[in-house]
């Protein structure tokens, strides 16, 4: 049984952390514009609140999700509370940080709990544009593999539940530097990310990187790097309608402490009356004890009148705790209004996927602010 005292000093301590890189940012820019009023610009749901004369941009997003799975009891949960604050200083420095409260109040047909509530920083980072057209970026920063992984947030994906392709086999975060901008290559936009982690020295708070994220889900096995050092490449095409990924990283996890090489691909396809998208991954380790972890998802999303989409993804995924192929079959409904809101409603359904990911019933209100 965790120590409460212990716990409520991690959250002190990732409050203080939040803190300071709030006043690291607000006060130089309230010193310098002293005599200034703080007029923001005309806000627009889902490009945050912006004040120029301080060069800030406060956004974030929020969802709701309800679970109605096999052998779970049906529960409704405030999943994610998130905050960003952005800030220029200067033409070449970027400061950026997402601070997260996760299943803030969850409530079920017996009780409603706040015992799973937790704080997270997400992410915390200096970008430096340089010159030529390349950026560096040093502190905590999402993981370069595949599309999913950088665009994950509710209100941006057609989905409540996340693939496993995207979350079973690698850190979603990780602590360093990265190197990352675009290129022109054949009068195509080639973009990259070059990343090097030293999770075991910088992350300054317990993480909360499951590997599997999906209400329901019994495994807590977490996917922690204590280093790591790959990149992603993605190839834009024919107007960028198509765009083609691969990936690849080295890295030791914390737990179990082994080391794994991962090679990645995805690809993305939009057009007028479909769009199609779909990650794979294959993981090994050095151990010829532990077995291979590969899989992959196809996915397609059809829009319809009145702002409504059909989606439908299909997933197999060979687990290697245990050793076991999962299959997933995912349709829902996603309604969006406006930009930076979604209204979700899924059905999921599978083989050897009661630990992982269960059948069942999904929905979810997200908004982007």
């Known amino acids: 049984m965790s120590n409460p005292r212990r716990r409520y000093r991690h959250y002190a301590d990732l409050?203080?952390?939040?803190?300071?890189?709030?006043?690291?940012?607000?006060?130089?820019?309230?010193a310098a514009a002293a005599d200034e009023s703080w007029q923001a610009q005309p806000y627009q749901l889902g490009q945050g609140l912006y004040f120029p004369q301080q060069s800030l941009r406060v956004g974030g997003y929020?969802?709701?999700?309800?679970?109605?799975?096999?052998?779970?009891?049906?529960?409704?949960?405030?999943?994610?509370?998130?905050?960003?604050?952005?800030?220029d200083i200067g033409t070449h420095w970027k400061l950026f940080s997402e601070t997260e409260l996760g299943d803030a109040l969850v409530i079920d047909s017996q009780h409603a709990t706040t015992k799973d509530a937790n704080i997270d920083v997400e992410r915390l980072y200096a970008d430096y544009h340089t010159r030529s057209g390349i950026t560096l970026r040093f502190g905590k920063f999402l993981t370069p593999v595949g599309q999913w992984n950088l665009v994950h947030a509710d209100p941006l994906v057609w989905t409540v539940s996340r693939p496993l392709t995207t979350t079973g086999s690698f850190s979603r975060h990780a602590s360093g530097a990265m190197l990352y901008g675009t290129v022109n290559l054949r009068q195509n936009d080639l973009d990259y990310w070059l990343f090097a982690d030293d999770s075991k020295a910088l992350a300054f708070t317990r993480s909360h990187n499951l590997a599997f994220t999906d209400y329901g889900a019994s495994s807590t096995l977490r996917n922690d790097f204590q280093h790591a050092v790959g990149g992603q490449f993605l190839y834009h095409m024919l107007d960028d309608r198509l765009s083609l990924?691969?990936?690849?990283?080295?890295?030791?996890?914390?737990?179990?402490r082994q080391q794994y090489r991962l090679t990645g691909?995805?690809?993305?396809?939009?057009?007028?009356?479909?769009?199609?998208?779909?990650?794979?991954?294959w993981r090994t380790a050095d151990s010829p004890q532990v077995p291979d972890e590969y899989g992959g998802y196809v996915q397609a999303v059809v829009p319809l009148p009145r702002h409504l989409y059909a989606v439908a993804r299909y997933e197999r995924y060979r687990n290697s705790l245990p050793s076991q192929w999962v299959t997933?079959?995912?349709?829902?409904?996603?309604?969006?209004?406006?930009?930076?809101?979604?209204?979700?409603l899924e059905y999921r359904e599978g083989n050897n996927n009661a630990a992982l990911a269960p059948n069942g019933v999904l929905a979810s209100i997200g908004v982007l602010f």
């Open 15 to 30: 409050l203080v952390w939040g803190l300071a890189a709030v006043l690291a940012w607000i006060l130089p820019a309230g």
């Open 62 to 87: 929020a969802d709701i999700h309800f679970y109605s799975l096999d052998k779970h009891r049906a529960a409704l949960s405030v999943e994610d509370l998130s905050l960003f604050l952005s800030r």
């Open 245 to 256: 990924g691969a990936s690849y990283v080295r890295y030791a996890l914390k737990t179990p």
């Open 265 to 281: 691909i995805d690809f993305g396809w939009s057009g007028r009356r479909v769009e199609f998208s779909g990650e794979g991954i």
């Open 328 to 344: 997933l079959r995912t349709f829902g409904i996603d309604y969006r209004p406006e930009s930076g809101m979604s209204l979700k």
